[in-house]
């Protein structure tokens, strides 16, 4: 059975109750884990038909199909990965929200952290380098805090 | 000096990603590659459209070459193309017909009024050898091949200048 | 007539454009004086003009003049006068003249408040200006023109607004947005021209901080109502989609905000001044990316505009033009740049520099996650999709370092911050913190709450850190009070946009694991149970509304005996349209939202009933106001206006445009 939370925080203190699912639905389940397996799916599988949708946003008339297919399987008892397995032999990795990690993913999937990577070394070498004792202690230079000064014609510090 | 190297890579990769946007604009971003290509059509068991106390299954379909056409009487496109159909049964081409999630008393009117190009009409009213073959809408024509592969499929209608652009080709092919 | 008058400006508005870009740039070269002295009013001229043109089409449709192909696809002669005014910017032609409207308001603000600059400065980031602006005015003039007219031939009446739009949400969103958008322009332009001059300093960062804080504020309202707005307006009950359309708004903001920091360092201790420019060139770059994206056609969005390819041909030429452009000047002119200060590995300096390129990475994310689909295909590896799941998943490891950072930049010292310094208070913020999620956990346990603990753990801990630096102001014998009092304006903005990001994180977390929702039959008289409450459909009646007509929905809402709220939840069809939409009944709440949408009649009195009990969802948006509030303090911080009281007449005008 799933619990239903009423969730109230003031900062810390947290109370809540706990109450009864629904019984009448239109993808009806007797098990709360197959319940919540069917709504991930139909939230991560993509409708084929529409704009960007997923099948469960979708009121096309495949994206119904798929559901029913979808709650049929899980209500056999299909794994996640069957379900999307399934889909994807049909319709391609399109179908799934979440496209697989292969060669041609992964500039995806890892592009974004090789540079982070590159870049927090990058920096890391910059400053052990600028902080060899003879560089320059000024934060700006005279001739730039100059500027500073008469452009913005302040007199209070720039802390 | 590498630094000038650094300060270049913002330049050289939104060159790059501009590329692939120029030719984007001339795709259809819409337009979804079948998944079963390379592969056999897949196994089913459901009923003639013309005779539906007969089953049929992949075997029904017989030697290949032919195309495989998901139609419906509510799809306005699949009416567009119904003509070229004819044309291309009159031709020699061999056209099977999945009658995908239709009224079959419907169905068998417009195949008499308008001609009935295909040699065999399965009848799918559940649309499940359709999610099989991953049809996404109506019209959309499967090319198979001699030993029952799928080697294309259209998405759309077909008609005279996309047969000759390109599906003749294709066609003439899957049967070698 | 009006509307030829609306046409005549908007030409002359690209002839004033083009004379803008021109003029004060070769004047900035020669050193001619009155050339640069141009700019000013050339500047303001354009925003007239623009401003002329913008009332002209508002009338229009106020007026009904389906003469205008653009008014008799986008409005209705029954559609109320205020969605007349809205549907203005419902399509595309007009939402690209509000977005010129936004670009030469800026223009025209920047050129009456920054009086201060020298001429030389103001004319090329005027010129700069002016040419992304007859960027878009030829962009509507040749492809998108909404003065098009249908005579001699034109219809008795229009063909509606998207009944999607018709609604409060899109009145206040699209204007929010594009103001943002459009105001990294200025960021991008004061860029520019401190690259033309090789003048990239203290005194420029000085000057483009309250103008990208002020895109920024807008952007983040922007997109916080467009979230609002789908929650409530598309009836799936979900707040963010991960839709191209939401990631062309997401990338700016994300840019933006690792640009506002970025400036803030550079501003106080003159470091980081090439990463600062780039942030600068790419926050508004990656906006007119995001409109390419949206106007082309080339993604498959929900909300995307109806396009053509010599839309999108052009976008991409202009693109190529500013961006490439901009990063070409970039290559050349930033190997002369170098960067001064000092600092140690353990400083706030390294601090802030960790955050901003976790914040690049977020965008890099989110770019390559729109635009790789795009690439897959045109390689010809096939179609895929990338949606929740992915962004999801990335976003939850990458904001783990980010908020960590987040705590702990604010409490430590620029240019070197021994570590022993900070034990103790990092100890106890991550003891509180993360003892207040295991709390959590402990009474819920469940490895499905992990996210919710995570969530809360991290919320708290950069409320407890800011906490922390903020009592870490009282120092010697003054009084707390009074330490507070000290504190400048920007600092408060620091504050409020840290503990505002908290809140949105708590929400999120909350919302993204505690959401019930279920979709279930009801007939008048039944009752549900939703998350405790008890929700009663009570009746079904018809409903007549000016261009539409539909049918309603009662619904009770008790906890046990006591009501609730009465939800009145609504499907209409739309008059001319023919389409049905949705109006989801939403009781809302701070700590919940009950959300109930009506779907299909089912046969019978039974109807699909949408139920949804949404914790914490509000603190979302609530989290983006307080950030916003936050960037509002530290525009008004004194530094920047010390530099406008010598011009006491313009700081009314200031305000309203702030």
């Not at chain 1, 038909?49 to 297919?69: P, Y």
């Not at chain 3, 033309?196 to 483009?208: F, I, K, N, P």
């Not at chain 3, 060139?281 to 990316?289: D, G, K, T």
């Amino acid at each position: 059975m799933i619990k239903f939370y009423r969730f109230c925080v003031a900062l810390i203190a947290v109370c809540w109750t706990v109450s009864v699912q629904a019984a009448i639905d239109a993808y009806p389940f007797e098990d709360a884990a197959k319940e919540a397996q069917f709504r991930e799916l139909i939230n991560e599988i993509r409708c084929p038909k529409c704009q960007n949708q997923t099948i469960s946003d979708s009121d096309a008339g495949l994206a119904k199909d798929l559901k029913d297919k979808t709650y049929e399987m899980v209500q056999q008892g299909a794994s996640k990965e069957q379900v999307i397995d399934y889909m994807v032999q049909r319709y391609g990795d399109f179908v799934h929200y979440q496209p697989p990690i292969k060669q041609s993913t992964w500039v995806l999937w890892f592009g974004p952290f090789v540079f982070l990577l590159i870049a927090v070394i990058g920096v890391a070498v910059m400053i052990a380098r600028k902080r060899s004792p003879k560089a320059a202690v000024g934060q700006l230079t005279d001739t730039e805090k100059a500027r500073l000064a008469e452009l913005m014609k302040k007199d209070d510090s720039n802390s | 000096m590498n630094k000038r190297i650094f300060l270049l890579l913002p330049l050289l990769a939104f060159i790059a990603v501009g590329v692939f946007f120029y030719s984007a604009l001339f795709s259809d971003p819409r337009e979804l590659e079948s998944a079963l290509v390379g592969k056999p059509v897949p196994e089913f068991q459901l009923p003639d459209l013309l005779n539906p106390q007969q089953q049929t299954d992949v075997d029904s379909f017989g030697e290949g070459p032919y195309l495989l056409n998901v139609w419906a009487t509510w799809c306005p496109t699949c009416r567009a193309e119904h003509e070229f159909l004819n044309t291309l049964a009159a031709q020699g081409v061999k056209i099977v017909g999945l009658n995908y999630k239709d009224e079959p008393a419907k169905a068998r009117r417009w195949l008499a009024q308008l001609g009935d190009p295909y040699v065999l009409n399965v009848l799918d009213y559940e649309g499940t050898f359709a999610i099989d073959l991953g049809v996404y809408g109506a019209p959309e024509t499967f090319i198979v091949d001699r030993q029952g592969i799928i080697q294309y499929r259209h998405v759309g209608d077909v008609n005279a200048r996309v047969w000759q652009e390109k599906l003749a080709d294709l066609y003439r092919q899957a049967g070698e | 007539m009006i509307a030829e008058w609306g046409h005549i400006a908007q030409i002359l508005a690209l002839i004033v454009g083009v004379l803008l870009a021109i003029i004060p740039m070769v004047g900035s070269y020669r050193g001619w004086l009155n050339w640069m002295q141009m700019a000013r009013p050339l500047a303001q001229l354009q925003f007239l003009l623009v401003a002329i043109a913008f009332a002209a089409l508002c009338y229009a449709f106020v007026q009904d003049d389906f003469t205008l192909s653009y008014v008799a696809q986008n409005s209705n002669s029954k559609l109320p006068w205020y969605y007349k005014v809205s549907a203005v910017w419902g399509a595309h032609e007009g939402s690209l003249l509000l977005w010129i409207l936004m670009l030469c308001g800026w223009q025209a603000a920047v050129s009456i408040f920054s009086r201060a600059l020298p001429l030389v400065a103001i004319a090329r980031v005027l010129a700069v200006m002016g040419m992304i602006s007859v960027g878009f005015l030829a962009f509507i003039q040749f492809t998108s023109n909404p003065f098009e007219t249908l005579l001699p031939f034109y219809p008795v009446d229009g063909r509606d607004l998207n009944p999607l739009l018709q609604d409060i949400g899109l009145i206040m969103h699209p204007p929010m947005l594009y103001m943002g958008y459009v105001g990294f322009a200025v960021a991008f332009a004061f860029a520019i021209a401190a690259l033309l001059s090789g003048q990239l300093d203290a005194a420029w960062a000085r000057w483009s901080r309250p103008w990208t804080l002020a895109a920024w504020i807008s952007l983040t309202i922007g997109i916080a109502l467009g979230s609002w707005w789908a929650y409530y307006e598309l009836g799936w009950g979900g707040w963010w989609f991960w839709d191209p359309v939401e990631n062309a708004s997401f990338m700016p903001w994300l840019a933006g905000t690792a640009l506002i920091h970025s400036l803030a360092v550079c501003e106080k201790r003159g470091v980081f001044k090439l990463w600062t420019v780039l942030l600068a060139l790419s926050a508004f770059s990656l906006s007119l990316l995001g409109t390419f994206l949206v106007r082309s056609g080339v993604l498959v969005s929900v909300h995307a505009f109806a396009s053509d390819p010599s839309r999108g041909l052009f976008i991409l030429a202009f693109l190529f033009l500013v961006v490439g452009g901009s990063l070409a000047l970039f290559a050349w002119k930033g190997a002369a740049i170098k960067s001064r200060g000092q600092y140690d590995l353990m400083s706030r300096e390294t601090l802030l520099l960790g955050n901003n390129l976790l914040l690049v990475t977020a965008t890099l994310v989110v770019l390559v996650g729109t635009i790789w689909p795009l690439i897959h295909k045109e390689i010809g590896w096939g179609t895929i999709s990338v949606g929740p799941p992915f962004f999801n998943l990335i976003f939850s490891i990458l904001i783990v370092p980010f908020v960590f950072l987040l705590g702990v930049g604010p409490l430590a010292r620029w240019r070197r911050q021994p570590i022993g310094q900070l034990r103790q208070k990092l100890l106890f913020a991550i003891g509180l913190s993360v003892s207040a999620g295991i709390l959590l956990n402990a009474v819920f346990g469940d490895v499905e709450h992990f996210h919710a603990a995570l969530g809360v753990v991290m919320g708290l801990w950069v409320v407890i850190c800011t906490i922390q630096e903020i009592l870490a102001n009282q120092r010697g014998n003054d009084s707390l009070i009074k330490a507070l009092g000290k504190m400048s304006r920007s600092h408060w903005g620091m504050v409020f946009g840290h503990l505002g990001f908290a809140i949105s994180v708590i929400g999120i977390a909350l919302t993204s694991t505690y959401t019930t929702e279920t979709d279930v039959r009801m007939q008048p008289g039944d009752s549900q149970p939703l998350a405790g409450y008890t929700v009663r459909f009570d009746q079904v009646g018809q409903l007549q509304g000016p261009n539409y007509r539909g049918t309603g929905g009662e619904f009770s809402v008790w906890d046990g005996d006591r009501k609730v709220a009465q939800l009145h939840a609504e499907k209409r069809q739309y008059l001319a349209s023919g389409s049905v939409m949705t109006e989801a009944a939403i009781d809302a709440g701070l700590f919940r939202d009950l959300f109930v949408a009506l779907g299909e009649p089912l046969g019978g009195d039974a109807w699909a009933v949408r139920l949804h009990y949404k914790p914490f969802v509000r603190w979302i948006w609530l989290g983006a106001l307080v950030m916003s509030f936050g960037g509002a303090l530290s525009i008004c911080d004194r530094r920047y206006r010390l530099a406008r009281r010598r011009q006491p007449s313009q700081i009314t005008a200031q305000e309203v445009a702030g």
